[in-house]
C-alpha cells in the first residue's frame, strides 16, 4: 500500500486538520473496504471507517513512524472493527451473519468473482483477517504479525490453511489428489 | 515422478512464496513435485486466482467520511483560533422584493410535490449569484448540551450585502440553573478589509460551570484582510445554502410543504453534508456537538431558495438536537456599510493585504472567462503576490500571482490537469478554509486561482488565463518534479507504452510524467486533430507508484485483456488493469465504447 507524504504526516501530528484531512482522502476507502471485508456490512463499515480516522486523529500524536503508517492505520481500524464485532454480538446481529457465512447486499457487490465472494464467505474470522491483509493490501507476514498481536509463523500457517480451503471450495476435488502422496 | 515432498509441505511454500515469505523448500524437488501433482497445482492456481478476484474487486457506493470525519476532530482543542468554526460560503439571492414572515413558521404538509435534486442545485447557484443583500432573525433551540441545561434557546440576527460584508448576533436567552454558568453570545462582523470576533471564552460543557477558565469574552481582529480570506470565510449558507446543496446527489428532496403560507422545498441530508448551513449560526461560542449521521431536515423558500427552517434529530431522540427557525427575513434592503463596520478589539492580527486604490482587472493574470463574475477587489498579499478578485453575489473567484521563486503548494497532495490549451495545472477540492484552487506554473511566475465556482467552470477559467511564456517543461517542488513530455520522449521512459491503434483523426496532444521517491505517474492525453482542441479527449494513465487497482465506485464489470484481468467503469469510460510488468494501466475515454477501449488497450506498445 502506497505511504503517505511525510510531510502531511509531520503536519498532521502537528495539528495541521487540511494534512490530516488530506489523510483522510488518501486512506478511507482503503479502510473502507477492509472494514467491509471483514464486517460484511455496509453500515457497519461506514461507521467502523470514520471512528477510525477520529481515533487516529487523536492518536497521531504518538505515532513515532517505527512502523509504516498504513499499519499503524489498520491497527487502529482494526480495534474499531473489533469493537464492531462486539457491538454487534451484543445486538446478536452481525454475529449472526459472519457465523452464517451470510454477506450483506453490500459485501457482495464487493467483489466481481462471486464464487470467490462465496468461498471467502466461509473463512473464520481469524483466517479471513490475513488473507484481506496480505491478498488484497500486500502487507507483510511481520506487518500482519504486529497489527494481530501474534507470531510471523501463526500468520503463515493461517495464510496457508485460508487457501488449503479455499482452494478445496474453488473448483475440482484437489483432496483426493494430495491425498495419494 | 514426484518428489518425496508431501503436497501439504509444497502448498505451505507456494503459499507463502506467493507472499515473498517462501525459499525453505529445495527449489528442484519443489518443482518436480509441483510438474507431478495436479492437486498442488491447482492450489497455486487458486491463490493466484483469490488474490487477483480480491483485487479486481468492484465497490459498490463508497461513503466519503471526509466531512463527518473532520466535524468530529474540529470541535477538539486545536481549533485555530483565527478560523471562524464553519465553511464559508457565499450568500445569494434574488430580486428585490421585501419578504416578511410571520413570527412563527408552523409547517403544514401538503401534497408532496418531489423536484429533481440537479435542478435545485443549479437554481440555488443561479441564486447565489443574483443576492444584493439580506437580512432575518431566527428562533434556536438546542438540546444535549449540558445535562443540567436540558434545553437552550437563543436568537439569531444575519445581515448580509454581497459579497463580503456579513454580521452574525447571537444572544443567549436560556435559563441557567445558577449566574456561574456563561452566556453563550457571540457577535460577528465581517467586511471587505476587516473581520472582528467576540465570543464567550470556551470550555468543554461537561466542565461546566465550574471550568478553569475565567468567565468572560475574548475579541480578535483581523485587519488588513484578504478578499476572500480563508481563515475568516463568511458562513454565508445561512442566507443561500450554497455549498450545502454544491452535491446534488448528496440529498433526498422529500417534498413541497407550505411554512407559514409560503411554499417550501423539503430536502433532507447528512449533518456532514449540512454543516455549513448547521453550523452557520454557531460561528463561535459553546454548543452541542453533532454527529455526522445526524438527520438534517431543510425547507427551502421555493423562489428566494432561503432556508426558512432546519432541524438536527438523532434516533433514539425523541425531540430534535437542535430546530432553527426563521421569523423574518428581507432581501433587497439597503444595507449600510456602516452596519457591516468591524471595531478593531482584542487580539489584532494582520492579514498583509493592500488593496489598489484603482481596480486593476486586466493583465496576463486576468482569465479571458470569468463566469459572469464582476471585478471586485485588486491589490498586493503581503507575501508581495499581485491578487485581482472578482465576485457576483456570493459566488467568487480570486486569482493570485506569485514570482517565480514560488512554487507553494507544489508539494501538497493535488490532481494534476490537463487545461485545453495544453498547459496544466494542479487542482484540489475545497478545503475548509480554501475553496477549490487551481495552481499554474510559468517559468518565472505562479499563479493560483481560488473560487467557489464548480470545477469545470474553473477549469475553464484556468484555460482562458493569457500566461506569458510557455508552460514550463519541469516544475521542481519539494521531492516532487512534474516533466512535460514530448512524444519523442516517451520511448525513454521505460514503462511507457503508446497506444499503436486509436479511433480515426486522433493523435498525441500532451504527456505529463510527475515523479517522486516513491515512483512515477505518466499521463498522455489524445485529441482529435480534425476537430482541434474540441475532441473528446483520450486520457492514457499509467504508474509505478500504484501497486494494486483502485477502489472505485461505481458499478465495474470484469473484462479481459491479454495477459491481464482488467475492469470497466462504463460510467467514466475507464478501463484500469495491472500488467504483467507490474504497472498500472488506464485508458479513460468516456465517448468511446468498450470494444473501442479495449481494442486502444490491446495496441499498447
Redesign the interface.
Known sequence: MEEPDPHDVRAAKAGDLSAFEALVRRYQLDVYRFSLHLTRDALAAEDVTQDTFVRAYRSIGRYRGNSRFSTWLFSIARNCIHDEYRRAARQARLTTKLEAGEASHAAADATSAPEVREALATLPRDLLEPVVMIDLFGFSYREVSQLSGVSEGTIKSRMHRARQQLADLLGPDVREDADEI | M?SDL???RV??EL??RL???GGAEPSARFDAHLAD????R??E???H???Q????????D?????A???K???R?P?R?VWAFRIRLASVAAIAAALVVLAATLPILERTPQTAQASEITQRVFAAARTLDSYRATFDIEERGWHADVPVRRFRGQVWYRAPERFRLRVRDLSAYPTGAWPSNDVDLVASPSRSWIREPYSCPPPALPGCAIRAGVEERTLVRRQPFDGTTRIPSDIVIPLETLVESDAFEVVGTQEVTGRSALHVVLTYSQAFPLVDALQAGGSWAPLL?LDRVDVWLDESSWFPLAFEVTRPGLDQPVLRVTTTSLREGDLLGASLFRAPAGGTIRDGGFSGDEQLRATGPHVPRYVAGLEPYRSGTTGSGATLVAFARGTTYLKITKAGGASRAGL???AEVVELRTGSFGLYRPA???SGRTIDLFRAETHVRLESNLRREQLLEVAASLPLEGAAPRKVRG?DKLIVRITPEQLGSISFARRPTELPGGYGPFSALLARDP?GADLTMIYLQSESGLEGSEIRVFQSS????L??ISHD???VNLPGAAA?WAPQRGELEWIGDDGIYRAIRAPSFDLPTVLGIARSLR
Open positions: 514426484r508431501s503436497c501439504e502448498r505451505a503459499s507463502a507472499d515473498d515469505e501433482c495436479g492437486g498442488c491447482h492450489f492456481a487458486t491463490q486466482l483469490v488474490r478476484a480480491l483485487r479486481l474487486e468492484v465497490l459498490p463508497a461513503p466519503d467520511v471526509t463527518g470525519v473532520m468530529a476532530i474540529a477538539r486545536q485555530d455526522p508539494d501538497e497532495p478545503e475548509p478554509d519539494g516513491r507508484r500504484v501497486v494494486m483502485p477502489p465495474a464489470v470484469a475492469r
